[in-house]
């Protein structure tokens, strides 16, 4: 399976983007799958999960109240809508997909599929 993520760019403090993930090679809907970020010199931090179903979602702290995730199984795809954009947001985004029998995970190991990253800058 690869995953595609796309979506990045330039933004305002305060805007919003939409990340979105592709997936191709294999369907992805009996995985729980995620958005890390990592920023110039800090390690790849959890942002936001989704169960299979998507039925649940997860959220780390700083991003709880702006960001929503979500995923069309039907067309293999996951979303993060990003919304109240602040300069600490800045980083280059993954999506990446849990290991299969795993459920919800924050941690990096605990996924075995990555996409390549997708760079969200927001201008203070």
Known sequence: VQL??????LVQAGGSLRLSCAASGRTLSSYAEGWF???PG???E??????W???STFYADSVKGRFTI?????????????NSLKPED???YYCAVVRYGL????KVYDYDVWGQGTLVTVSS
């Open 46 to 51: 959890f942002v936001t999960g989704i169960s």
């Open 53 to 55: 179903s998507g039925s």
């Open 103 to 106: 459920g919800h995970s924050t």
């Open 37 to 39: 970020r990592q920023a």
């Open 4 to 9: 595609q993520a796309f979506g990045g760019g």
């Open 90 to 92: 800045t980083a280059v």
């Open 70 to 82: 979500s995923r069309d199984n039907a067309k293999n795809m996951v979303y993060l809508q990003m």
């Open 42 to 44: 800090k390690e790849r």
